[in-house]
């Protein structure tokens, strides 16, 4: 499953449904993924190389920096074109009783009112949005999580 900017759909009642992805869709992130072994730094990857890279015998991930908070708001950069986008949908929606959701291959902050200020600080109204972490499902890739959430909405 390629990555998304931002996915619509109309539901069977009528209302709508906007899906967003954080990371490169509504901000660039510096975030990196690090490789370890024996409890040394082998590598940092960004969420693209992230994707392709397999992991060696010994290897295992570290995802510190995409669950720190602290680091989000402030290192990741608001993409303004999908921001603007994003803050229009959401004020409609609510207006129309549709449904925005961000799903992103993210697991859980280490702090979520941080997190949610970083959106509040950008104008979007993260208070009627809900925030899908695929991360936390661990049923495999990060596309296979998403694509589970996808389903739970259609």
Request: glycine share 6%; net charge positive; no cysteine.
């Amino acid at each position: 499953m390629k990555a998304f900017n931002q996915f619509i759909s109309e539901r069977s009642d009528g209302r709508g449904l906007t899906v967003f992805d954080i990371d490169e869709t509504l901000f660039k992130t510096t975030a990196k993924i690090k490789v370890m072994k024996d409890g040394k730094l082998i590598k940092s990857l960004t969420n693209q190389e992230f994707n392709e890279y397999k992991l060696k015998d010994g290897e295992s991930f570290d995802f510190g920096e995409f669950r720190d908070a602290k680091h989000f708001r402030k290192t990741s950069t608001p993409i303004g074109k999908m921001i603007d986008k994003a803050k229009a949908i959401i004020k409609n929606a609510v207006a129309a009783g549709s449904k925005v959701i961000i799903i992103t291959a993210r697991s859980d902050f280490d702090d979520k009112k941080i997190f949610l200020q970083t959106f509040r600080d950008h104008g979007i109204d993260i208070d009627n949005v809900y925030v899908e972490r695929a991360g936390k499902l661990n049923l495999g890739s990060s596309a296979k999580n998403k694509r589970i959430l996808f389903h739970k909405y259609l």
